[in-house]
């Protein structure tokens, strides 16, 4: 059989997002939500093996030629597995949080007139989600667009590369803030790694 998807190790410790971001909800996030998803991933493709041997971007880029009996299946879970994996990438100690700056800074105020309204309009976004799902920076024709989809959704499968997004499912943020999720919205912001989220921003640009 061809190589399973596996959930990787987080690039940091379950603590390191302190204060903003409790060890207790990484813990459950990673080695519990993330782990599920991958692994009914993995059972879903086992009945097409074939499909191991692409990428989860490729995959969730192109769903229609994914058989259908397991086509809401791979969508929901390898939307889960995927943006899981984005998310621990775009995010970092808060002693290390860096900013946007030079190329994707520069796009950043050309497409939302400051770094100041793209956070705004971002926030906007991620509390206006209804239920669980997820908001984005994306980039949609070499432009960047912020945008929510629902549940595990990807915005890979809308034509579009996503360089950040919040997680706004409640197990997230549910154990240090309740109901509050603006609060934890607010808190994102310091622990997001702008240079990852540069890389990302270079690598999809055209």
């Known amino acids: 059989m061809s190589k399973q998807f596996i959930t990787p190790e987080l690039p940091y410790g379950y603590n390191a997002l302190e204060p903003y971001i409790d060890e207790a909800t990484m ?8 782990a599920t998803y991958t692994t009914n991933l993995n059972k879903a493709l086992e009945k097409y093996p074939d499909f191991f041997d692409k990428t989860i971007e490729d995959i969730l ?10 086509r809401l299946t791979v969508k929901n879970h390898g939307g889960g597995h995927l943006h899981h994996n984005i998310l621990w990438q775009i995010m970092g100690p808060a002693d290390e949080n860096t900013h946007p700056k030079d190329e994707l800074l ?10 100041d309204k793209f956070k705004e309009e971002f926030n906007n976004a991620a509390s206006t989600v209804f239920g669980s799902g997820w908001a984005w920076l994306s980039l949609n024709d070499n432009k ?29 943020y549910y154990l ?6 603006a609060e934890y919205i607010q808190n994102f912001w310091s622990v ?15």
């Open 144 to 172: 960047l667009i912020i945008e929510k989809t629902a549940n595990q959704d990807s915005p890979y499968s809308l034509g579009h590369t996503p360089l950040l997004g919040i997680d706004v499912w409640e197990h997230a």
């Open 106 to 115: 520069a796009t950043i105020n050309k497409h939302f007139g400051s770094l």
């Open 192 to 206: 997001i790694n702008w240079s990852v989220v540069a890389k990302k921003f270079m690598a999809a640009k055209k």
């Open 27 to 34: 813990r459950v996030h990673h080695d519990k939500h993330h």
């Open 176 to 181: 240090k803030y309740q109901n509050r999720r």
């Open 61 to 70: 880029s192109n769903l229609n030629l994914i058989p259908e009996d397991i």
